[in-house]
C-alpha cells in the first residue's frame, strides 16, 4: 500500500492566533502533489517549507471563505509572472468557485482575470454527494453547516489505498459521519476547546463523537487562541505548520 505524505503549510484561524499561518494542506503520493485549501498565506508557507508551487498539480477548497481559498489569486498570478508556469492546474471546490475566484482576482488585482495564462487552469465544481476523480485521486464532498456565500463541504478523498478527511469550517453535522468514519486521517477544526457557537466545531464536541467516528489517527487544526491555550489539557495531536506525517 502506498505511503502518503502530509504536510501542513498553515494550521491557523483566519486572523492569525499564535502567528499560525491560515488553513492549507499539501498531500503528496509517488506521483501526485495537491493542496486541501489555499489561505492567503499558502505561497509564504511554500518557500518557507522549501515547496516548488509548480510541483502542485491540484488545489482542492473546502468552501470559500478568504482564509481557505484567497492565496489562489497569488498562486495563480505567481504561476503566471514568476514560476513560469506551463503545467496544467486544477482547481475543484464547491459550486461557485468560477465566479467567486473570478471576483477575488479583480478585488486584489484589477484586470487580472482576463490576462491571458500560459498555463492551463481547469476548475471544476464540485457537488455534494457526487464523486469526483481527479487521476487516481476520489473526491467524495459533503455539504456541512458553514454559510460562506455558497456550499461548504467536508471532503473525504481516497488515495493509494488510504483515506483521508477533512471536516472544514463547521458545526457538528451529521454529514461529518460519512464523511469521516473510519478514515485513517482525520483532520478536523477545533475552534475553541469548548466554547460552543454557531458554524465551527469545539473540541469537546468533536473529542464527544471520536468513538462513533474511530479515525485512524486524528489531526487537530484551525484553532483560535482559546484553544490554542487548552493544547495542554487535549490528549489528541495538534497539528502545527510544517509538521509532516506519513499514513
Known amino acids: ?13 483566519a486572523f492569525g492566533h499564535g502567528g499560525r499561518l491560515q488553513p492549507c494542506v499539501m498531500i503528496q503520493t509517488v506521483s501526485r502533489r495537491f493542496l486541501v485549501d489555499c ?46 508556469r506551463r503545467s496544467p492546474l486544477t482547481i475543484a471546490g464547491p459550486e461557485g468557485t468560477d465566479a467567486r475566484l473570478t471576483g477575488a482576482m479583480e478585488v486584489f488585482f484589477p484586470g487580472s482575470s482576463k490576462i491571458q495564462q500560459k498555463f492551463p487552469i481547469h476548475i471544476i465544481e464540485l457537488t455534494p454527494q457526487r464523486s469526483w476523480t481527479y487521476k487516481e ?15 461548504a ?13 477533512f471536516t472544514g469550517d463547521t458545526e457538528w453535522c451529521e454529514a461529518l459521519v460519512p464523511a469521516a468514519t473510519k478514515a485513517d486521517l482525520l483532520i478536523a477544526e477545533a475552534y475553541f476547546y469548548e466554547k460552543q457557537i454557531k458554524y ?35 490528549e489528541e495531536e495538534a497539528a502545527e505548520d510544517g509538521l509532516q506525517i506519513e499514513i
Not at 137 to 151: A, K, L, N, Q
Not at 153 to 165: N, Q, S, V
Not at 207 to 232: A, R
Open 153 to 165: 463541504l467536508a471532503l473525504r478523498l481516497e488515495i493509494g489505498g488510504k483515506t483521508i478527511a
Open 1 to 13: 500500500m502506498e505511503k502518503i505524505k502530509v504536510t501542513f503549510l498553515g494550521t491557523g484561524d
Open 39 to 84: 489561505g492567503t498565506t499558502a505561497l509564504i508557507a511554500m518557500n518557507r517549507f522549501g515547496i516548488d508551487p509548480n510541483s502542485i498539480e491540484m488545489i482542492l477548497l473546502s468552501h470559500l471563505h478568504g482564509d481557505h481559498f484567497g492565496g489562489l489569486p497569488f498562486f495563480i498570478l505567481d504561476a503566471q509572472l514568476h514560476s513560469k
Open 137 to 151: 485521486i476520489t473526491v467524495h464532498p459533503f455539504e456541512v453547516c458553514h454559510p460562506s456565500g455558497d456550499t
Open 200 to 234: 465551527h466545531l469545539n473540541y469537546q464536541t468533536l473529542k464527544n463523537h471520536l468513538n462513533s467516528l474511530q479515525p485512524g489517527k486524528l489531526l487537530i487544526t484551525h484553532m483560535s487562541q482559546d484553544m490554542l491555550d487548552h493544547l495542554d489539557r487535549i
